[in-house]
């Protein structure tokens, strides 16, 4: 059984940096897409970066330009650095890692990212 564990949310103000860790731990098929999504209260979920196996990655636009997706795939490991974090950024953080196939895809528990004015 493939688990995520999330680390490295808390609370900065607004400006500051954060960098969120997603690792996976298991058995887990080499073609894969790790993500990072997000939901703020009220909301959907959505999807705020990914990053493949080969190391591309695309963005929501509403980050790009301060959140840099990156991954270790020794470590199984997939991370999240947030520059200049807005308010709106508020959510809780949410790691997929889904295999190329589309035959399996794993939650990880969710990190809080809380940003004050």
């Known amino acids: 059984q493939v688990q995520l564990v999330e680390s490295g949310g808390g609370l900065v103000q607004a400006g500051g940096s954060l960098r969120l860790s997603c690792a996976a731990s298991?058995?887990?098929?080499?073609?894969?897409?790790m993500s990072w999504y997000r939901q703020a209260p009220g909301k959907q979920r959505e999807l705020v970066a990914a990053?493949?196996?080969?190391?591309?990655?695309n963005y929501a636009d509403s980050v790009k330009g301060r959140f840099t997706c990156s991954r270790d795939n020794a470590r199984n490991t997939v991370y999240l650095q947030m520059n200049s974090l807005k308010p709106e950024d508020t959510a809780v953080y949410y790691c997929?890692?889904?295999?190329?196939?589309?035959?399996?895809?794993?939650w990880g528990q969710g990190t809080q990212v809380t940003v004050s004015p």
């Open positions: 997929l890692l889904y295999y190329s196939d589309g035959s399996r895809s794993y």
């Open positions: 298991g058995i887990i098929f080499r073609f894969n897409v």
């Open positions: 990053i493949d196996n080969g190391g591309s990655t």
